[in-house]
């Protein structure tokens, strides 16, 4: 790994961007209305969305879910705003990363942070993102517990390895009907497997097509070279300046598969980490907790929500219990407490 090798005793903290799949009815909205940063990043990015924006505060604060919540144009400005809200209000409680690693959609939360995009550009360039991809076919993803060459058999010019997760977790990526044609022929093989929440064949070269027949629907925003270390999940290493400022690297990422298991085992050979969950649900803490390196006690993984929505209240214990947990360890800042 390419990332520099901590000089200090201290893990070096890393931020985690959940992406799709993560997302879930009321996602951290116990902190709405009670965290003042947290709320402002939200209520800027449901402003900036304009009409759309109120549609999505509706739906993400509803009771039931809109029969959409899974669609892009739903579940990824959600995702992408309730990680950076979260980014924001840890900074705001006094914890800064080292590094930050996203999986899909998280990697543009992680770069927001980074200072890759503004907010708001990202914001717009999400909005554009959806414009485009809505165009996409039917589809979706696969989780399958199996490794990358144990699918290899099911794989084809429709279905696609799109994600890594781990050891034996892939995602595999189709349009329909390759999608449920591929789901029974592994479950007929005995292999487990279940749906993603996903309505589009994310990772897969289909979406190269969707975007280079509306590529004009997409403005390019100023981009900047990182001012915190971002490793990326579709690259495997850090982000270099170049990459990180080439809107060519951002626009193909749809279409490329995230390779956030890898990544994460090159990230962890490199010394003590604590890795913080900064985004809804725990599924990229459960995977880090499957590592050696978290089971030999070398990293930490810390999920800073509930693994699913409870009470209002219980999002704000999370948060109040990973920040005391997180004051508590080697080299941390003095004094860790959110903003409520």
């Known amino acids: 790994m390419d990332a520099p090798t901590p000089t200090t005793q201290r893990p070096r903290v890393v931020f985690t961007f959940p992406g799709q799949g993560a997302q879930h009815p009321r996602m951290a909205a116990g902190l709405y209305g009670v965290s003042p940063s947290f709320t402002a990043a939200m209520d800027h990015a449901f402003e900036a969305l304009g009409p759309s924006g109120r549609a999505l505060r509706a739906g993400w604060l509803a009771t039931e879910a809109p029969a959409a919540f899974d669609d892009i144009s739903y579940a990824q400005p959600l995702l992408y705003a309730v990680d950076c809200a979260l980014g924001t209000m840890l900074a705001k409680a006094g914890l800064r990363p080292d590094a930050v690693l996203g999986h899909s959609v998280g990697e543009l939360a992680a770069a927001t942070l980074a200072g890759v995009f503004s907010f708001d550009c990202g914001l717009r360039y999400l909005s554009e993102y959806i414009g485009v991809y809505r165009h996409a076919p039917p589809g979706g993803m696969l989780a399958v517990a199996a490794a990358p060459e144990e699918v290899e058999p099911h794989l084809g010019p429709d279905v696609v390895i799109g994600a890594v997760n781990g050891p034996r977790q892939v995602l595999l990526s189709a349009p329909e009907p390759a999608l449920g044609r591929v789901e029974n022929a592994l479950r007929r093989a005995g292999v487990t497997c279940s749906r993603a929440r996903a309505l589009q064949p994310f990772h897969h070269p289909v979406m190269r097509r969707v975007a280079a027949a509306h590529a004009d629907a997409l403005t390019r925003p100023p981009l900047r070279p990182p001012h915190t270390t971002v490793l990326s999940a579709y690259t495997g290493h850090t982000l270099d300046e170049a990459t990180a400022t080439d809107w060519r690297f951002w626009t193909s990422q749809p279409a490329e598969p995230v390779l956030f298991g890898p990544t ?11 890795l913080v969950e900064t985004g809804p649900g725990q599924s990229l803490t459960a995977l880090a907790r499957r590592t050696r390196a978290v089971a030999d006690g070398d990293t930490e993984a810390l999920a800073l929500l509930p693994a699913r929505a409870g009470t209002p209240d219980d999002d704000v214990k999370s948060v109040r219990a990973a920040l005391e947990q997180l004051a508590a360890g080697p080299g ?5 407490s959110p903003d409520f």
């Open 264 to 274: 994460l085992q090159r990230l962890l050979s490199r010394g003590r980490h604590l």
């Open 332 to 336: 941390a800042p003095s004094a860790l």
